[in-house]
């Protein structure tokens, strides 16, 4: 896999952006433009990416195109729609979101998320973020989420086949897959089983880390990589099978420090698979 986190500046030369991912050690990485950055100098980041061997995983996207207020879904659904146009001009692996809400709150938890006509909505919507775009060469893809689709492996399979895109593909945030004991306690199971139905889909992976607490009634907390119990060696070992190059981005940390404990955390677990980070 190829190691990529944010490196806490914006950029205004392609050079000095390339230099702190060299610098970190980083061969993949989050885009650090969105899609008002003009042509030049989109083409431009996309170039020094190119010479320097550095990957650009993913184009966030992050908004609630389900949300239940038109004027809200709207603006979201515009979005998406310009930063898939972002990804495809910038040769970014995919561009991602969160499927959205029923909540007001973008990626909250609503009574409504996990239904079916919930389901049949996000299979609308995804088609007309990617039938706006017609992308080619990127892949428009949803973050797993605990408590709206798609929320398990099946699910993500049943999106799939429902959304009929080619440009549709996945997002894997295995943290987020965690939401019992039972699935805590045997993640590298989860993992395993993600992995092996959706390898070939599987275009950018998060990564961090969760902790079941003693706090009732079930309580699981995200934490750095390397304070959870998240089977990374199974993770890295599945993940490489399927593709060498597959992008694993760290996030949610707050300090460059923290980032660097991740990374050291994660390169050591790759070391000791036998795998490049």
């Known amino acids: 896999m190829r190691l990529g986190a944010p490196t806490f500046k914006k950029y205004c030369s392609a050079k000095d952006w390339i230099f702190d991912l060299q610098r970190l050690g ?12 003009d042509t030049a100098t989109i083409q431009s980041f996309a170039a020094a990416a190119r010479q320097a061997g550095i990957v650009i995983a993913e184009v ?10 038109e004027e ?5 659904l515009s979005y998406c729609q310009q930063q898939l146009g972002l990804a495809e001009e910038i040769g ?3 561009c991602v979101d969160v499927a959205g809400s029923k909540s007001e709150f973008w990626y909250g938890p609503h009574p409504l998320n ?27 893809t949803l973050e797993t989420m605990p ?5 398990s492996t099946e699910s993500y399979l049943a999106l799939i086949k429902a959304i009929a895109r080619p440009q549709f593909a996945v997002h894997f945030d295995p943290a987020n897959l965690i939401s019992s004991p039972q699935n805590y306690y045997n993640n590298g199971s989860l993992v395993r089983e993600f992995i092996k139905k959706l390898g070939p889909h599987i275009k950018s992976v998060h990564a961090k880390d969760t902790i079941l607490t003693g706090e009732l009634t079930t309580h699981l907390k995200e934490v750095r990589p390397g304070l959870g119990t998240l089977d990374y060696a199974t993770l890295l ?8 190059d597959l992008p694993l981005l760290i996030e949610h940390l707050e300090t460059e420090e923290e980032y660097h404990l991740a990374a050291e955390y994660l390169r050591a677990v790759a070391r000791s698979c036998g795998e490049l980070l």
């Not at 996990?114 to 428009?140: G, W």
């Not at 599945?238 to 060498?244: E, H, L």
């Open 72 to 76: 809200q879904r709207q603006t979201a």
């Open 114 to 140: 996990l239904t079916p006509a919930t389901f049949d909505l996000i299979v609308e919507t995804t088609r007309k973020i990617i039938d706006y775009v017609k992308p080619r060469r990127t892949f428009f």
């Open 147 to 151: 408590w709206i689709y798609p929320d």
């Open 26 to 37: 980083y061969r993949a990485a989050y885009c650090p433009l969105d899609a008002k950055a």
């Open 92 to 94: 970014a692996k995919c």
């Open 237 to 244: 070992k599945a993940a490489n099978q399927v593709n060498p």
């Open 60 to 69: 966030g996207a992050w908004s609630n195109p389900i949300d239940p207020r």
